[in-house]
Every structure is written in structure tokens, then in C-alpha cells.
């Protein structure tokens, strides 16, 4: 069975993870095509890469709450924009992740 998922040549650290950017074709009420620069930025992605957990007081590392392949929602202007492998990829803080989308 094939597999879906993208291997990424990067590892984040510490608490944050790799999304790609979901984009989700808008449509208007009344079915017309929204062009892109009418659009609101968007705020779910699926998760390519996730780091090994922040590092809490007692030296110990804390459990991260998304694995790879989540669809999550996350803050609207966080994260890090970043080319990779002709790809475009964000990188942000597991704080900035406001949920997974299950389902």
C-alpha cells in the first residue's frame, strides 16, 4: 500500500513542528470564486514534522500533543514561512496550534 505522506529534510526542535498549509478553494454564498487576494489567510494545515518536546524545568521533556499527519487549526499570523524542497512549509511553536481537526 503506497504511502501519502512527505518525507521533509528537516527536524524541528524542541516544542515546534512542520505544517504544510492547507488551502481550501472559497467560494461565495452566491458560488462565485473568490481570487486569492480577496481571501483570509488560512488556518489548517497537516503536520510533517514534529520535534521531540519543550524541555520543562526539571531538565525532563514534555510530551508533544500532535503527531505527524494531524490536521490541525492553528493561530492565523503565526508561525515561520519556509521554502523546502520547492514546497512551501511553516514552521510554529506546538502553542500556536489551537487544535486538531479529527475526522
Known sequence: MPTTE??????PLGDRVVLEVLEETE????GIY???TAREK????KILAVGPGKLND???RDEMQVQVGNVV????????DVKLENKEVKIMSEKDILGIIEG
Request: proline share 7%; hydrophobic share 25%.
Open 27 to 30: 467560494q461565495s454564498s452566491g
Open 34 to 36: 473568490l481570487p486569492e
Open 73 to 80: 487549526l492553528f493561530a492565523k499570523y503565526s508561525g515561520t
Open 6 to 11: 512527505t518525507k521533509i529534510a528537516i527536524k
Open 58 to 60: 526539571s531538565g525532563k
Open 42 to 45: 488560512p488556518q489548517k494545515g
